[in-house]
């Protein structure tokens, strides 16, 4: 994708103004449902429902526009959008798996899924083996007669394993083995995994696309066979189309998605580097560091490394850590990323005090994002807070 692709993409694609008054800013369709004046044409409707618009929780003409933006974003034939980024995994997987069936995924991949993996699929009859992605000879050695689904994360949102996607895409093909990739991380303007073999790439718009924190979606983009199968299956029966208005937002975040993605690349940098050379800090852990193990791999298949990154503080306490979190006077604490607002998120926030194991170097991780502010501002604030650290 050129940047004019892009620029065409963004402010041109799917977008019909003639229809609409010539707006510059498409209308929030909000409806939920569609008149006809023959029956023939309804009936059409019934027998293809992905072919117009029949009913809301279907096709949408807002919603529309935004899918068209997000495929070609994805350099994908189509894709679906959801109401938030775990149901556009939860139908990718579901559609794909049956009864006996044997999944390889990513170990601990984001929250939802390993909760799917773990308590959902195992009911009916599906099971996961979880690998350490980062080796694809991994891959082969989890795959049995009966694997049919491969799911990636690259970047892991918290340690930012990576997966070799093309080799990874490759060896499924040979299996005829279904490829599902979460390219939250990175979103599609700094890593293009359709392009490099994969069948279905996911991306939760609550992040980058929505941009501002006041909305979610999740997008799957994959072959038009592939998005009509769950489309007329899992996305019309579990009714997990984002709503009109919301896709409105997203299309409004998109406009400005390739302003705040450089900026964020920008200032993360910066920040990085801050947090690195100080004394309190023991390890970062960041794609684009020169220090992190995949930095070969991530320059190779990543064209940016965006907000997020971890670090870990010089300290095995407990206290220290929550110390510093709640001295950040600007910086906040949430989770979520992707916003205009940098975040911070413990990973002991997710710990029960009586299990936190300071030899467990994951208990410690401190999760940062970078978001729009200055980034003077931010190391400003981090310094402060780290320095209230006893
Ligand atoms: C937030 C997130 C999701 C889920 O997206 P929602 O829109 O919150 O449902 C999936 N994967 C990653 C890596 C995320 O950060």
Not at 169 to 182: E, Q, Y
């Amino acid at each position: 994708m050129t940047d004019m692709d892009f620029s065409y993409i963004i402010n041109e694609l799917a977008e019909e103004r003639e229809n609409y008054f010539n707006a510059v800013s498409p209308p929030i369709m909000q409806t939920s449902n569609f008149v006809f004046k023959k029956v023939d044409d309804l009936r059409k409707a019934f027998d293809n429902e992905m072919g117009g618009y029949l009913y809301s929780r279907g096709l949408n003409p807002t919603v529309d526009i935004l899918r068209k933006k997000l495929a070609a974003l994805d350099g994908a034939e189509d894709c679906l959008v959801f109401n938030n980024g775990a149901a556009a995994i939860f139908a990718g997987i579901f559609a794909n798996v049956k009864a006996g069936d044997h999944i390889v995924s990513v170990k601990a991949p984001y929250t939802w899924v390993q909760r799917m993996f773990d308590v959902i699929l195992p009911r009916f009859g599906v099971s996961t083996t979880y690998i350490d992605g980062t080796s694809t000879g991994n891959w082969e050695q989890a795959t049995r007669n009966n694997t049919t689904f491969y799911y990636l994360e690259s970047p892991n949102s918290w340690d930012f394993a990576l997966q070799d996607i093309k080799a990874v895409a490759a060896f499924a093909k040979t299996k005829k083995i279904v490829t599902l990739i979460d390219n939250s991380y990175c979103s599609p303007l700094h890593q293009r995994p359709i392009e490099m073999g994969i069948d279905m790439a996911m991306q939760t718009a609550t992040k980058y696309i929505g941009g501002h924190s006041d909305t979610l979606g999740g997008v799957l983009s994959g072959t038009h066979e592939m998005m009509k199968k769950i489309f007329n299956s899992e996305y019309l029966n579990i009714g997990s189309g984002i709503q009109p208005f919301n896709a409105w937002l997203l299309i409004r975040g998109l406009r400005t998605l390739s302003a705040r993605i450089d900026r964020i690349t920008k200032s993360t940098v910066q920040v990085v580097q801050f947090i690195k050379q100080h004394p309190k800090v023991e390890s970062v852990i960041f794609p684009f560091d020169e220090s992190f193990p995949q930095y070969q791999l991530a320059k190779q298949q990543m064209t940016g490394a965006c907000g997020l990154f971890t670090f870990v503080l010089r300290t095995t306490k407990m206290d220290s850590i929550v110390a510093f979190c709640e001295s950040l006077q600007h910086i906040m604490m949430a989770v979520s990323w992707g916003g205009h607002e940098s975040l911070v998120i413990p990973k002991c926030a997710g710990i029960p005090p009586k299990d936190f194991d300071p030899a467990n170097r994951e208990h410690r991780y401190i999760r940062m994002y970078v978001g729009l502010e200055d980034p003077g501002y931010l190391i400003a604030d981090l310094e402060q807070a780290l320095s209230k650290i006893i």
